[in-house]
């Protein structure tokens, strides 16, 4: 989550309570080979400084930021922009005893600066000196935002005193939009269950949790108080109908196994620290799903210096860091997620990943591989060094792979595991074995669920495309491509399939329309470039199909696309073959030229990226 934007209720709730609830596929083994920091060597002037500074802010570079403002502060130590700029960077980037320091010359200077107050009444809070960090508080900015923060913060202040009455009637003031009550709720129950007032926080709870029963954080708040209070059968079926929203999520499994054996579940907040680190969590957590990167690091790097163990807070954070394209500041923080915590193995199989996004591919196998042998019956473990393999082009290998994960289903559902059969079909068709390939694209689409529009599409549109490169079920793979842009109309991989098979039959206006209309919307891709030069070339158009060629073959094809696009660029298309006839229309005649294999390698499930077959 993030920070509201202003003005916005609604963006006020969805950041005080949306909590992480994608799934947690991870390992519990010490992280290996994770990139140092990297050295930032500071400019010989202030301008360059400055300039080095504010690029490196222009590009999310945090650590980059904070070195360049940092030496800039040093040579015009009395510039209040600069002092302002280096403050927000050191935040970002986790420089915290640096960042209070700034914070404190700027609220010398300007007592009403926002962030800066909240970040001294942060401090203060973590030093148990509630009545001080409360001046901070009330002394900050104003805004719909800025009075939640406050007001939220402030009452745990009070809670963290044992002052809980004041606590609540405190909580009690956010009023006037009706998205409030459900985190007003949330969290006066978990002021509530601190301060040891047991039936006020079971009504607060209960209330919260009927609101709103698909936000992990309230469930789990609600199951764990349940469990405390000798209720263990309510607890159980909160997290029960949660998984079967959300299934296989770590902290829902692990709660799960505990109260089936009986073990105690711990309150989800043991100290008005933890409370006031559960609100910024909230903070960050909502501005990574709007799309406010910064303001959700900072809010993050804040619930962090509360709480140094949030294992959401943590995951949330990494996780921001990667969409910031700092794979190696995300696999720092994946190295700091508890060794207890449920979410550790999902941070040791991120780390993995990490390491093949970074180009460490050699390393991030080794890594993977070892979590594995660890955790050989761990069913996520497997698919995701499976997922390396199989972007790192070793197609039979990762085939394997995916097999022992799927022999490990057993009876689970297997519809929670479809995206085993669909990558390993993908597996099997690069290796060229077609046969086994098929029966698990097919098995895929018959297991992935309605309510994953886009991983529906993806298996749609591979299997079919898959069909009309080899001549078959002509009919079936247009329906089917058809169904896939109806889910994914914005798909550009997908829209090439469609325009592709239009080709395929010799249908050349089509092509061009639905070739266009791809490159539109991916015009970086060298597959849907040379497939629309194709298209060109066959309906007339040759100076413009070598357009597109050319243009293809400056986008880095693969090796041995690129081979083909340099021998049409010299000599153009053979002349087509007669077309296959089909139920929809007698086409024109089709060419029957080589298919060569474009499509990318993803490295995570359709519904959390995008899989996608399309010629080359």
């Known amino acids: 989550m993030l920070a509201p934007r202003r003005g916005s209720a609604r963006a006020a709730l969805a950041l005080l309570l949306a909590a992480s609830t994608a799934p947690a596929l991870a390992a519990r083994v010490p992280a290996r080979e994770i990139a140092a920091p990297q050295a930032y060597e500071p400019a010989d002037s202030l301008e360059g400084n400055f300039l080095a500074a504010y690029i490196a802010g222009a590009s999310r570079d945090t650590a980059a930021a904070a070195t360049y403002y940092r030496e800039a502060v040093k040579g015009d130590p009395r510039n209040a922009e600069l002092l302002e700029r280096s403050f ?43 009545a001080a960090a409360r001046q901070n508080l009330q002394r900050g900015g104003k805004g719909a935002a800025a009075d939640l923060t406050s007001t939220l913060l402030s009452a745990w202040s009070y809670a963290g005193a044992g002052e809980g009455k004041r606590a609540l009637e405190t909580i009690n003031k956010l009023k006037g939009e009706r998205y409030y009550n459900v985190f007003r709720d949330y969290h006066a129950g978990l002021i509530a269950a601190l301060v040891g007032d047991k039936v006020e926080a079971e009504r607060r709870l209960k209330s919260a949790y009927d609101t709103d029963r698909n936000t992990l954080r309230i469930v789990d708040a609600y199951g764990r108080f349940e469990a405390e209070s000798g209720r263990p059968d309510l607890a159980v079926a909160a997290y029960q109908e949660f998984d079967n929203v ?21 309150p989800l907040i043991g100290s008005a620290q933890e409370g006031a680190a559960e609100v910024l969590y909230g903070l960050g957590s909502a501005g990574t799903s709007q799309g406010d990167e910064l303001p959700a690091v900072v809010y993050l790097r804040l619930a962090l210096y509360l709480a140094p163990e949030h294992s959401l807070a ?3 954070l990494a996780d921001t860091l990667e969409r910031m394209k700092a794979p190696d500041r995300a696999n720092e923080v994946f190295a700091r997620m508890p060794a207890n915590s449920p979410l550790k193995l999902n941070a040791e199989i991120q780390i993995g990943l990490n390491l093949e996004q970074m180009g460490k591919g050699e390393a991030a196998l080794a890594h993977l591989d070892q979590v594995a042998k660890t955790y ?10 499976g997922n390396v393999q199989r972007s790192r082009k070793k197609y039979a290998e990762s085939a394997q792979t995916y097999s022992k994960a799927i022999d490990l289903i057993g009876d689970q559902p297997a519809r929670n595991y479809w995206t085993l059969y669909y990558f390993r079909g993908t597996s099997y068709e690069r290796a060229k074995e077609w046969p086994k390939a098929e029966a698990d694209l097919k098995k895929a689409l018959e297991l992935v669920p309605a309510t994953q529009p886009n991983g529906r599409a993806q298996v749609l549109n591979y299997l079919a495309y898959s069909w009309v490169d080899q001549n078959q079920n002509i009919d079936e793979a247009f329906r089917m491509l058809k169904q896939a842009v109806d889910l994914q109309p914005r798909d550009g991989m997908i829209i090439d399939s469609l325009g592709w098979a239009y080709y395929r039959l010799g249908r050349w206006d089509d092509a061009v329309r639905e070739l266009e209309k791809a490159i539109e919307l991916k015009p970086g891709d060298p597959t849907i470039n040379d497939h629309l030069g194709d298209a060109y070339w066959r309906s007339g158009r040759r100076l413009e199909g070598k357009f597109q060629w050319q243009h293809a073959k400056d986008l880095n094809p693969e090796p041995e696309d690129l081979v083909k696009i340099e021998a049409k660029l010299k000599d153009g298309l053979p002349e087509p073959d007669k077309p296959a006839a089909t139920a929809e229309t007698q086409p024109a005649p089709a060419p029957q030229p080589e298919m060569p294999k474009g499509a990318p390698a993803p490295t995570e499930p359709p519904a959390m990226g995008t899989e996608t077959k399309s010629g080359g």
């Open 246 to 266: 959300l299934p296989r999520h770590p902290i829902v499994r692990d709660a799960l196994d505990k109260l089936k054996a009986g073990k105690p579940l711990t």
């Open 314 to 316: 943590l995951l949330t």
């Open 88 to 130: 927000v960077a050191l935040l970002a980037d986790g420089s915290l005893p640096e960042a209070f320091r700034a914070a404190e010359r700027l609220t010398a200077r300007d007592g009403a600066n926002g962030l800066a107050q909240l970040a001294l009444g942060v401090q203060k809070i973590k030093a148990k000196q509630f």
């Open 376 to 385: 050989p019956n761990d069913i996520d473990v497997i698919s995701a060094l």
